[in-house]
Structure formats: structure tokens, C-alpha cells
């Protein structure tokens, strides 16, 4: 590969972090990680050694893997060099992967930090600070009294050992804990390791300042230092893939459409470790509202017929297929479309490795396209409802080609069964907050409303009433016109800055109707009437106790091993639901 050639390849690469490969026909010569991959990829145009410089003369071709953060961007280069034992990178020889987390299958769970998790256990990780994980694990001992004891010193004892004495276990062995209140405690560390930091900071914070009242100083200094371990764990400490039960193998699909060509990149995980990312071109099935779950329907059995299953597959969207869903079932396959929390962040992740087109470029000719020029920054408009019900409306930010999920917004509006009047209040709503300076989201380029003209013109007179000066253009979805104030496009159906725009428009369609969906599906239930009991804690009794006749039926103290439940919360919990 010359200069010219590998300065032209890296013109196409997004400003994200990732990992890349220089490519010899299938073998990989090297791999590398950065934090912007463009800027990373081109500096080697100006080799730092002899030896790279070879590299690069033998490399035909240059592949990458978007990731979310930097340090899953150093987790999975390691993972990719130990696969692929690429020539020119240096290898560390002792092969050490990262560690994980696990709580065992035992009917008294142990936990533990390992790199080589047993089989049925909840893993969670992989972490690149093991002094933090083992600060988190011993925090978490003293808190909820989880065992880390072997097999073996488990098994038979008659009295408990000093772990118990010291309060880092409360002694199931002996029967100190009930096997329900146990499994209680697990539950609450596993919603930690899921995301929910208060179950153990909260404790913590507590005893911190106990110890501080009480004069012990030396104590608060290390509750201290286990609170700020806690703190900082979920902050983006290096989780790739959060599994739990059997799950080892997880697949993450994500599909992009270009006009006729649909692409779908498959991130494959192996014991919590995102190890390998492939890219898969198939036929974009005809127009219409589904043409994703299209593809997912037909990938899924061509791609997995010939090949072995992994335990759970996450999806952007349902593929609507019974024959399938039955198929999979039958096979043990869990398949999951995550609304939120780290296995929606790996379906994004697989989207974004779906997409290939340089986002620049498509920005550049958009602009000239609509005479605006380079546009960076789309908004997208969507309504959703069921004949006027549960009526939603979604805002979505793209920059740069790609999502923006911390700029997404979404909006409750009035019940009524008209489109026009809906994305009029909702881009109104847009505006005024925009005009007020009650919205801190710089203004974007272009508003993209899906739907036709008349959805155009109730948003641009939502614009002219409030005085928000930016221009608005629609998607239409049946024959994919472009409308604007000037007139209307029908572009080629392989114009890159189509793409861009359906992506966008897909985009907010997509959050509409998830949106829409949970307000529709939403269960209100007794346990709402009760002082005190919030939609979290619903869902931690719900998940408790099963039903709400399973909470009827707890006693008082299995009330209390609920995170949140004290004694009086649980009588009155009781006495309302008698």
C-alpha cells in the first residue's frame, strides 16, 4: 500500500476511538488502537519504524471496529492480537486477559474476582483496574456478608469462620442467613454490577459517617476509599460486555441500509470479552417501515444455519418472525432488543461498525445538494401514537453521520389523533425551549421531519411563530422524496447524503415508537397507591415476590430484604395491600 493509497483509506474512517487492522489479503499483519481512528490510521503515512513501514508496504487494505470508549478500544485490540497473532505487533507472552467478576451458581453464590469464570456463574467485566475491582469486591463483602470461600471450607463446617467474625460474611454456611435472605443480598449486588452504584455507595456513605461521629478515623479514611472505588466503577471504568447465568456467547447485530445494499455488522463476545467484529452485505429488501427487521429475518437463519448458536443475541429492532423466534427458543438462544444500559450501548456500537460511508462527505454533499452548505448537526422529528392515544413525539441528534444519544429528547403530547397538529406542538416545543435558552444543545444545521408535506408545513409554522431560524426539509417514506420549502428531490437511491437522511429519519421513527410503546405497555398496579413505593422500588418487589399476590403473601421481615424496605415501609406496605 503507497502513501496516496493509505492516506485515501484513512480519509474514511470516523473521528471515534476503535481498533484497526492492516489487512493482507485475509491475514492480519497488525493491529492498533486510537482514540480518533482517522487521525491514528493517517500517521502512517509517516512510518515510526523500518518494520512498520514493511507493514505498510504489505497491507492491502485497512479494516476497524468503532468502540464507545478508549478503554473498550484497548480491551478488544488485546483480544484481536491474541486471536490473530498478528506479525509485526509484539505479543505479550504469558497471553493474561483482564478480569472479571463472578458470583458461582452454588446455591450460596460465592464471589470473587477470576480470569476464568466457572460455568453457570453471573460474570460481569471485563475491568482493566483490578486494584478498584478488588476494593469494590471487599466493599461489597462487608456490606452484604457475600461468601468467598472455597468449595471446600464451605462445605461441612459447624461454626463460622473468621470471615464472619470480621464482617465480610454472614455465615450461610452455618445457617447464620437464610438461604432467602442470602439470595437477597446477591440480588442487590447484582444490581449493582448492573448499574444501580446506590445499593452500595449509599451503606457505605452511611457507615463512613458513623465511623466519623464516632471518632474512628482510621476506619472512615478506608470507607472512604471503598465509597470513591464505588463511585467511580460505573463512570466508564472499562465494562465491554455485562453478562450473566450461562450466557458466555452473546451476538450483537446492527443493520444499515444504503439504498439497495443492507449491511449488518456482528459483534461476537466470548466470557464477557468482545473479541471479534464482522461486516455482512446482503440485498436491501423493497421500501417500507420494516425494511430492518427484513434483513435481521432473513440474516439470522442464513448466518446461524451452518454455524453454532451463541447464547443470547441483542437486536436494534424485532425481526417479526414466529418461525424463527420458535427456532431459537427451541435452541436455548435468548434474543433481547435492549431499550437502555450497557446492551443498548453494544447494539449502537454495532451500528456504528454497520456504517461505512464517511460521515464528512455525506455532511459535504448534503449541504450542496440543499444549498446550505457542510451540514454537521441533524435533528430529527417523529410522532407516534395509537389513534391518538399514548401520543409521543422524538427529537434525535446526529452529528457528523452518527447518533448523538446524549442530545436525544422526547416529548409527551396532548392525545389527539392528528399528525399535523402533533409535530406542530412538538417542534414548537423544540423552538421555544431553543429561543428561551432553556435547551443547552447548540442550534443544529437542518431539522428533518419524518413524514411529507403536510408534516413539513406544520413544523415550519412552529418555526415562524416562535422565530427560530433554521431550516426545516421532510423524508417521506413511501417512494424516499425529499421535501423541502423550494420543492422536491428524488435523489438516486445510492446518494450518500440520502443515506444520511434516512438514517436520521429511521432514527427518530425508532425512538417514537419505543417511547410510544412504554407508555402504551405501561402497568399500573396497587403498590402505586403506597406512600413511598416509586416505580423502582415497584420493580424490585415485582422482581422479589413475582406477582403482587407474592407480595401479599411476604411476611414482614421477607418484606425487609428488599433494598429500600425498612421495618416501617414494610408494615405499611402489609397494611395497605390487606
Known sequence: MDVAALREQAATLPHEPGVYQFLEGDTTLYVGKAVNLRSRVRSYADPRSYRIGQMVERAERIDYAVTDTETQALLLEANLIKRHQPKYNVRLKDDKSY?????????????????????????????????????????????????????????????????FNIGLCTAPCTGEIGAEAYIGDVDAVIRFFEGESGILTEPLEAEMERASVNQEFERAANLRDRLEAAQRFHGGGGEVVAKSGS??????????????TATVARLHSERGQLVDRKQYTMNAPEGGEERVAAVLAAFIPQFYA????????????????????????????????????????????ALKNARRSPATDEGRALGDALSLGRIRRIEGFDVSHAQGKAVVGSN??????????????????TDTNDDYANMRDLVRWRAERAVSGRDDRPDPDLLLIDGGDGQLNAARDALS?????????????????????????DWPSNAPHLHLLQRVRDESHRFAVQYHQTLRDEVKTVLDDIPGV??????????????????????VGELQTVSGVGKSRAETIKRRLQ
Do not use: N
Open 99 to 163: 478480569p472479571l467478576v463472578q458470583l458461582t451458581g452454588h446455591e450460596f453464590p460465592r464471589i470473587e474476582v477470576t480470569r476464568d469464570p466457572e460455568a453457570g456463574a453471573t460474570v460481569f467485566g471485563p475491568y482493566t483496574d483490578r486494584r478498584r475491582v478488588d476494593a469494590v469486591v471487599k466493599a461489597i463483602r462487608e456490606t452484604y456478608g457475600i461468601r468467598g470461600c472455597s468449595d471446600h471450607k464451605f462445605a461441612g463446617r459447624t461454626r463460622p469462620c473468621i470471615d
Open 247 to 260: 450466557e458466555m456467547v452473546v451476538d450483537v447485530l446492527g443493520v444499515v441500509i444504503e439504498g439497495e
Open 306 to 349: 451452518e454455524r453454532e448458536l451463541p447464547d443470547a443475541i441483542l437486536l436494534p429492532e424485532r425481526h417479526e418472525d414466529a418461525e424463527i423466534d420458535r427456532w431459537l427458543d427451541t435452541e436455548g438462544v435468548s434474543v433481547r432488543v435492549p431499550g437502555a444500559g450497557r446492551e443498548a450501548t453494544l447494539v449502537d456500537l
Open 465 to 489: 411563530a416562535v422565530g427560530w431560524d433554521v431550516p426545516a426539509i421532510a423524508l417521506a417514506k413511501a417512494d424516499e422524496l425529499v421535501i423541502t420549502p423550494d420543492g422536491t428531490f
Open 396 to 413: 434525535v441528534t446526529f452529528v457528523d453521520g452518527s447518533p448523538e444519544k446524549s442530545d436525544y429528547r422526547r416529548k409527551k403530547l
Open 534 to 555: 416509586g416505580p423502582a422500588l415497584r420493580k424490585r418487589l415485582l422482581r422479589r415476590f413475582g406477582s403482587v399476590d407474592g407480595i401479599k403473601a411476604a411476611s
